[in-house]
């Protein structure tokens, strides 16, 4: 009797698990523009993923300002035509010009808005 609880309390214990990781993969990063994200920041805390154009590197604040490549095509000068997304990073800081897959989410630092990358890779 003991084991035929224990079993049917693993199988329970299973199933809660798995509904709960099944419910944190449905969060996953999906995959958005700079663009996209600049006009729905406020409204959005769900991670997300995205390509963009380093256009500044801040070393010391740990920013990088980074424009859509769609809207920057061609190598950008500061200034950049494109508004420019803050993002924080605790990583290595990639080259300007270059473009870059980040994932993160917006979150608020000290009463403001900022994007956080989770992580920042050269793009292929």
């Known amino acids: 009797m003991k084991k035929a609880v224990l079993s049917m309390a693993l199988v ?13 993969a449905g969060k996953e990063a999906k995959f958005t523009t ?9 409204s959005t805390t769900d991670p997300v993923r995205f390509e ?6 801040f070393p010391k604040e740990k920013m990088l300002g980074l424009a859509d ?10 200034p950049c ?10 990583g290595a800081m990639p080259e300007i ?22 992580s920042v890779n050269k793009a292929v």
Do not use: H, M, R
């Open 34 to 42: 700079i663009t996209e994200l600049l006009s729905a920041k406020d």
């Open 52 to 57: 963009g154009k380093v256009i500044k590197v």
């Open 69 to 78: 490549p769609a809207k920057c095509a061609t190598d950008c000068a500061t």
């Open 97 to 118: 010009n270059t473009v870059v897959k980040v994932a993160g989410s917006v979150a608020k630092e000290d009463g403001k808005q900022v994007f956080v990358a989770t």
């Open 12 to 24: 329970a214990l299973t199933f809660v698990s798995l509904v709960a990781f099944a419910a944190e």
């Open 81 to 90: 035509d494109p508004p420019l997304l803050p993002v924080k990073w605790e």
